[in-house]
């Protein structure tokens, strides 16, 4: 099979492929950030033309938020929202938000700004997901307590939330059910 010819990477080749996958993908600005570098990078290898560099990666980032296309804190709590819900702690979500590229300080506003219980609700979704506590099987409950409490704090709740979930006499009635 013949190969293509690399072509020609400008400003509104960039531009279409930011737009892509911002039309796929929900994403942060520093995600994008390394989409469009690594695409820059593997067309240059390959031999294209390039009309661009980084400082035209940093202009379109900046034009794509002040269009309101890529807003890093809609999307910083949008994602914490779904990782809480599926019973994500605290640093769960911190540590995921990071990886995306969210600066720490956001990442400790907005942890900062939730309720005293979402840590609570988060461990109770999480041990309803993985059948752990009072959703596990009455006859092996007992013995699994250890392995249960060892399952959140991997999953990076603290050792009181945990033992709140897990040693609960039944599931609660809070909508987690």
């Known amino acids: 099979m013949k190969r293509r010819k690399p072509g020609v990477w400008d400003r509104a080749r ?7 996958y911002l039309a ?4 942060p600005s520093a995600h994008v950030r390394r989409i ?19 400082e035209d990666i940093e202009a379109l980032l ?41 600066p720490r300080g956001e990442i400790e506003h907005l942890l900062a700004g939730e309720d005293e219980g979402a840590e609570l609700q988060a461990a109770r979704a999480l041990a309803r997901r993985r059948r752990l506590g009072p959703w596990r099987d009455p006859t092996e ?7 249960d409490l060892a399952a959140m704090a991997r999953a990076g709740f603290r050792l009181d939330v945990a033992r709140q979930v897990i040693d609960a006499d039944e599931p609660p009635g809070d909508g987690f059910q």
């Not at 960039?14 to 892509?20: F, M, N, P, Q, Y």
């Not at 002040?66 to 911190?94: F, I, N, P, Y």
């Open 36 to 54: 469009l570098q690594r695409r820059l990078d593997r067309a240059e290898a390959r031999g294209a033309e390039m009309r661009v560099g980084p």
């Open 62 to 102: 900046a034009d794509l938020a002040r269009m309101g296309l890529l807003d890093d804190r809609a999307w910083a709590e949008a994602q914490a929202r779904t990782l809480r819900r599926r019973g994500a702690s605290a640093r769960a979500v911190a540590a995921r938000l990071s990886a995306r590229g969210t």
């Open 141 to 147: 409950r007992a013995e699994r307590r250890e392995k």
């Open 14 to 20: 960039l531009r279409r492929a930011a737009l892509a």
């Open 24 to 27: 796929r993908y929900a994403a």
